[in-house]
Protein backbone atom coordinates (compact mmCIF):
# COMPACT_ATOMS: atom_id res chain seq x y z
CA UNK A 1 0.00 0.00 0.00
CA UNK A 2 0.86 3.29 -0.66
CA UNK A 3 1.81 5.71 1.89
CA UNK A 4 0.08 9.36 1.88
CA UNK A 5 1.45 12.55 3.65
CA UNK A 6 -0.44 15.73 2.69
CA UNK A 7 1.30 19.37 2.89
CA UNK A 8 0.53 22.73 1.87
CA UNK A 9 -2.36 23.69 4.48
CA UNK A 10 -3.02 26.94 5.41
CA UNK A 11 -4.74 30.54 6.16
CA UNK A 12 -6.10 32.56 3.55
CA UNK A 13 -8.43 35.19 2.66
CA UNK A 14 -11.62 34.30 0.53
CA UNK A 15 -10.49 34.79 -3.13
CA UNK A 16 -6.95 33.76 -2.56
CA UNK A 17 -5.70 30.88 -4.37
CA UNK A 18 -3.55 27.53 -2.38
CA UNK A 19 -2.32 24.68 -3.44
CA UNK A 20 -2.06 21.24 -1.92
CA UNK A 21 0.71 18.70 -2.38
CA UNK A 22 0.62 15.19 -1.79
CA UNK A 23 3.50 13.13 -1.22
CA UNK A 24 3.32 8.76 -1.95
CA UNK A 25 6.03 6.70 -0.45
CA UNK A 26 6.26 3.14 -0.33
CA UNK A 27 4.86 1.81 -3.18
CA UNK A 28 5.17 2.62 -7.26
CA UNK A 29 3.11 6.11 -7.19
CA UNK A 30 1.93 5.63 -10.77
CA UNK A 31 0.17 2.21 -9.93
CA UNK A 32 -2.87 4.56 -8.23
CA UNK A 33 -5.72 6.63 -8.82
CA UNK A 34 -5.09 9.45 -6.08
CA UNK A 35 -7.93 11.75 -5.06
CA UNK A 36 -8.91 14.44 -2.53
CA UNK A 37 -11.46 14.91 -0.04
CA UNK A 38 -12.57 17.42 2.46
CA UNK A 39 -14.36 17.07 5.58
CA UNK A 40 -15.51 20.27 7.46
CA UNK A 41 -16.73 20.16 11.28
CA UNK A 42 -20.23 18.30 11.77
CA UNK A 43 -20.18 17.10 8.21
CA UNK A 44 -19.43 13.76 6.22
CA UNK A 45 -16.37 13.92 4.14
CA UNK A 46 -16.71 14.72 0.41
CA UNK A 47 -14.98 14.06 -2.60
CA UNK A 48 -13.12 16.80 -3.83
CA UNK A 49 -11.12 15.23 -7.45
CA UNK A 50 -9.24 12.14 -8.57
CA UNK A 51 -6.84 11.61 -11.43
CA UNK A 52 -5.74 8.74 -12.98
CA UNK A 53 -2.03 7.05 -12.76
CA UNK A 54 -1.68 8.49 -16.27
CA UNK A 55 -2.85 12.09 -15.46
CA UNK A 56 -5.23 12.32 -18.49
CA UNK A 57 -8.27 11.42 -16.25
CA UNK A 58 -9.74 13.30 -13.93
CA UNK A 59 -12.72 13.74 -12.41
CA UNK A 60 -14.02 16.60 -10.03
CA UNK A 61 -16.72 17.09 -6.81
CA UNK A 62 -19.90 18.88 -7.78
CA UNK A 63 -19.42 22.71 -8.30
CA UNK A 64 -15.79 22.29 -8.10
CA UNK A 65 -14.47 22.10 -11.60
CA UNK A 66 -13.38 25.24 -12.33
CA UNK A 67 -12.07 26.48 -9.53
CA UNK A 68 -10.12 23.65 -8.17
CA UNK A 69 -7.26 21.88 -10.60
CA UNK A 70 -5.51 18.17 -9.77
CA UNK A 71 -2.86 17.42 -11.48
CA UNK A 72 0.48 15.01 -10.41
CA UNK A 73 3.97 14.32 -11.20
CA UNK A 74 4.62 10.63 -10.91
CA UNK A 75 8.05 11.10 -11.33
CA UNK A 76 8.55 13.12 -7.92
CA UNK A 77 5.23 10.80 -6.83
CA UNK A 78 3.51 13.60 -6.14
CA UNK A 79 0.08 14.60 -6.59
CA UNK A 80 -1.33 18.42 -6.47
CA UNK A 81 -4.67 20.37 -5.68
CA UNK A 82 -4.78 23.58 -7.11
CA UNK A 83 -7.62 25.66 -4.98
CA UNK A 84 -8.51 29.28 -6.71
CA UNK A 85 -11.10 31.46 -5.71
CA UNK A 86 -11.72 30.04 -2.33
CA UNK A 87 -14.31 30.62 -0.07
CA UNK A 88 -15.20 30.28 3.57
CA UNK A 89 -17.39 27.41 2.90
CA UNK A 90 -13.98 25.34 1.41
CA UNK A 91 -12.88 25.40 4.70
CA UNK A 92 -12.09 21.60 5.91
CA UNK A 93 -9.25 19.55 6.28
CA UNK A 94 -8.34 18.19 3.35
CA UNK A 95 -7.46 14.36 2.75
CA UNK A 96 -5.24 12.57 0.10
CA UNK A 97 -6.36 9.16 -0.63
CA UNK A 98 -5.39 6.35 -3.40
CA UNK A 99 -6.76 3.35 -4.46
CA UNK A 100 -4.94 0.73 -7.25
CA UNK A 101 -5.32 1.65 -10.54
CA UNK A 102 -7.50 -1.13 -11.74
CA UNK A 103 -10.69 0.49 -9.65
CA UNK A 104 -13.07 2.56 -11.34
CA UNK A 105 -11.89 5.87 -11.14
CA UNK A 106 -15.24 7.52 -11.23
CA UNK A 107 -16.22 5.56 -7.81
CA UNK A 108 -16.11 8.81 -5.25
CA UNK A 109 -16.63 6.70 -2.21
CA UNK A 110 -14.40 7.03 0.50
CA UNK A 111 -14.66 2.87 0.64
CA UNK A 112 -12.89 2.63 -2.51
CA UNK A 113 -9.87 4.39 -1.58
CA UNK A 114 -7.60 1.97 0.39
CA UNK A 115 -4.66 4.16 1.24
CA UNK A 116 -5.66 7.64 3.15
CA UNK A 117 -3.17 10.74 4.69
CA UNK A 118 -3.68 12.78 7.85
CA UNK A 119 -5.04 15.53 6.49
CA UNK A 120 -4.13 18.94 6.22
CA UNK A 121 -6.15 22.16 7.69
CA UNK A 122 -7.16 24.67 4.77
CA UNK A 123 -9.29 27.90 6.40
CA UNK A 124 -10.67 30.57 4.47
CA UNK A 125 -11.20 33.25 6.10
CA UNK A 126 -14.29 35.91 5.11
Known amino acids: QVQLVESGGGLVQAGGSLTLSCAGSGATFSNYWVGWFRQAPGKEREFVAVIGWSGRMTYYGESLEGRFTISRDNNKGTADLRMNSLKPEDTAVYYC???????????????????WGQGTQVTVSA
Open 97 to 115: AAKPWDRRGSDYSTESFAS
